[in-house]
């Protein structure tokens, strides 16, 4: 069949049938359409089981939690990348759902006033906990945490010092989980951070 009677035939233009055929064979790669997210998928994972995560610790995130754990995220790829604006929450929260009933919109003010390092910190610590559990986010949030049994011991590395080494027990996640633990992730490659960290 030519590509102007499949054109005709389908009621699509020549170039439509025939960037089809390409993609078809592999000669064109398939592109998402639309402005570039802020989030890779891996890290809208992360973004959402850290959410699930904080709700069944008993504390229901918030908006400018979100919007911190998004940008701490995004720093991870480009340390220079700027915060998310508010109209991309909107958007993000439309997108999922599911988490819409999970979040609150009302909160007083001393957890408004919990300032935007612990978040980051939060976030990196609860990504550390989902490494050292084998697990991703989602499950790692429906899971309820780290296991003893699953845990030996757990390598972390604090900012300007030293590898040290701590036995985790079930009592010490998440409470007592060093809030300024920086890792890197086994499960987010280097090549979706964009730059190579040891």
């Known amino acids: ?29 398939r592109v998402k359409a639309g402005k570039p997210t802020l989030l890779t998928d891996q890290e809208d994972e992360a973004l959402i089981g850290f959410i699930h995560w904080l709700d069944t610790t008993g504390s229901p995130a918030t908006k400018p939690q979100v919007m911190k754990a998004c940008h701490a995220l995004m720093k991870r790829r480009n340390s220079e990348a700027k ?31 919990s300032g935007g390092g612990k978040v980051e910190n939060n976030i ?3 990504l550390n906990m989902c490494e050292v559990s084998g697990r991703g986010p989602r499950e790692f949030a429906a899971g309820g945490g780290v296991r003893e049994e699953s845990l030996e011991s757990l390598t972390v590395e ?18 007592e989980t060093a809030p300024e633990v920086e890792t890197s992730l086994r499960w987010l490659t280097d090549d979706d951070c964009g730059d190579k960290r040891a």
């Open 1 to 29: 069949m030519s590509l102007r009677t499949a054109a005709t035939r389908f009621g699509v233009s020549k170039s439509a049938v025939a960037r089809a055929i390409e993609q078809i064979e592999g000669r064109r790669p």
């Open 83 to 113: 915060p998310p604006s508010d109209s991309w929450y909107g958007r993000w929260i439309a997108t999922h759902g599911d988490l819409r009933r999970r979040i609150i919109k009302v909160y007083d003010k001393a957890r408004m006033g």
């Open 124 to 126: 990196l610590s609860f």
């Open 158 to 175: 604090t900012t300007g010092e030293t590898v040290t080494e701590e036995t985790v027990t079930e009592e010490m996640v998440p409470e």
